[in-house]
């Protein structure tokens, strides 16, 4: 198993997709269209990391 484990997934061609890290519990938003495509950390209302607990994370 890698560092990144995907925990959703939604679309196709126009796709987005969060990413766990399993060493922070840091999650990513990943968001593509066609051969185009970026990543960044999702921000709570503060502005602050999401952070997934470990025993929180989807095996």
């Known amino acids: ?3 990144f484990k995907k925990v959703y997934n939604q679309g196709v ?3 987005a997709e969060i990413w766990v890290d399993t060493v922070t519990g840091i999650n990513y ?3 593509a269209s066609g051969n185009v495509g ?3 950390p ?3 209302e503060n502005g602050k ?3 997934t607990k ?3 994370k989807k095996e």
């Open 29 to 31: 938003l990943f968001l």
């Open 38 to 40: 970026g990543i960044t």
């Open 13 to 15: 061609i126009n796709n």
């Open 42 to 44: 999702l921000l709570d």
């Open 49 to 51: 990391p999401i952070v």
């Open 1 to 3: 198993m890698g560092r």
């Open 54 to 56: 470990q025993n929180e």
